[in-house]
């Protein structure tokens, strides 16, 4: 069986579990995929080895939110890995989960191995802002553990898309410094894809052999192809990598139906 590992993100998990963003409860959507997860791996389908959660984990940062968040994942949070989104807040991440959050850099990104695959967390948090931005003593420090790891094939993850989804809206809102992140993925032909959030909808482009993909949100979900913010009907979803000797399949996974 080959290995597996999840991405969730968009969580906008709110203080309040009977709040809903966009009309749907996001806490309750959660829990609904969780579920699901839960599932699939007590009926032995799935095996994961991470969790990767790309950010947006609350939509109010609050400290009682990323509590809540860190309960949720209960027995499974040793397999979690995190970096935040615009709606995050590093300190806060630093304060609830401070066993999932390296402490040798300011970001909150990680490096980890499994199955001969490098897989990287990236962190594009603003201050304050929508956009995104690696910046470029994170990007050295990619490099640099690209360089340490070339014969690993390596997934990296991102909360905000290094292209356009075709948006106008969500493209004003992107990753600022995407070139010179591409620059990396493109000169290191040991990456192989770029998965993040953010625009809450499934997305997926291919240039030369590098997969660029985007996993729908836990909770509310954006319609693709907009000038302007439009919700889409679709229900909740994630996704999930298989990882082969030198090769990945990965799917979006969605719940039946729209939640509550
Ligand atoms: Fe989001
Ligand atoms: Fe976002």
Redesign the pocket.
Known sequence: MPAQILQLT?LHLLADPEKTLKGVRTRDSLIEVLQLIREREQSGEWNFEYIFLT??LTHDEQLATYEALRELLGDWLPRCRLIP???DDRALIRKVFPELVSSSTGFINFSVETAGWRLIGLDSHVEGE?YGRIGSAQLEWLSSELSTHVRQPTILFI??PPVSVQSAWLDRIGLRDAEALNEVARSNSQVRAIST??VHQEFSENFNGLQILTTPSTGVQFLPRQDELVCDQLPPGFRIFHLFENAFESVVIRLPEIPG
């Open positions: 968009d950010g947006d989104g615009n709606h929508l909360h905000h959030g953010h």
